[in-house]
């Protein structure tokens, strides 16, 4: 098996994250990524749903602590960040202070789309200390992936826009042409097109070409599980029936405490209630 052969058995492809904003201070303060108290609980949920990996930008000291919290919390949940242009001391800095070693480390396009072999070459040296795969993260991915597909054959996967609507992308029917005659990993952001498309009309799309993943930006929670819902089956589990039970509407009440009872959905498949009183367990009747 070849080393991408055997990177895609073991990248994560459903994937929550938050890469909308590369800069902390632009994100909205109503946004999970600014409350890093309800966040955790939110990607708890999502893993739960079927996501397999995270993915955030490296923005500061707090999201660290977030990082490191988070890998104490959950622990087989491989976490992924992003990082800027930037002093490379401010970078390693913030990387020396992770208490794991990220699954991936991504060039952002301030980087990238420079498409400056040397430049990411230098930073490649860089994060490489702290991790054992890098990619390349494009806003504008027909230049930047041509240009690195021969320029740079030690980059493998490309963090970059993909959509039905070809949404934030400078031309889709060429895109799809370079996604499809490469052997990279491609992951996409925005796979909804910002709320543009329903779940389930974009991962069947996204799936019919030649991409790996895809990110589930944390927004709204019930949209955001029905999004890993969607992306896990069209990537993965491929019986639509079973995984439309699973998330189907129930109401189930406490036999204990008379509270109402939360789903949750484990990794191991299946699904089920559990009381937030008295933390009680019950499994889904069939």
Known sequence: MSD????KEIIPDVIAGFVRYA???SVPDISPIKNKD???PVLKRMKEGGANGCLFYLYDGEMVQFLNTLYTEIKDFPIMVIVRSAEIGKITELLQQLEFKPFMIFLDYSIADQRDNELVVKYTNVVSKYTEHIGLFSIEPIGTVSFFITANQQIKTYLIPFNMLGFGVQ???LLEMIVNSSENIYITMNPL???RIKPRQAFDYITTHKIHGSIVEIENVDINLEAVKFAKYFFETHDFLQIALEFE???EVC???GLGMYRYFPPSGGSGFYCPQCQTTKDLAK
């Open 4 to 7: 991408i052969d055997q990177l």
């Open 23 to 25: 800069d902390y201070l």
């Open 38 to 40: 309800t966040l955790l």
């Open 171 to 173: 031309n889709r029917s």
């Open 193 to 195: 097109a910002q709320g």
């Open 249 to 251: 509407d129930h109401a």
């Open 255 to 257: 036999e204990n405490c």
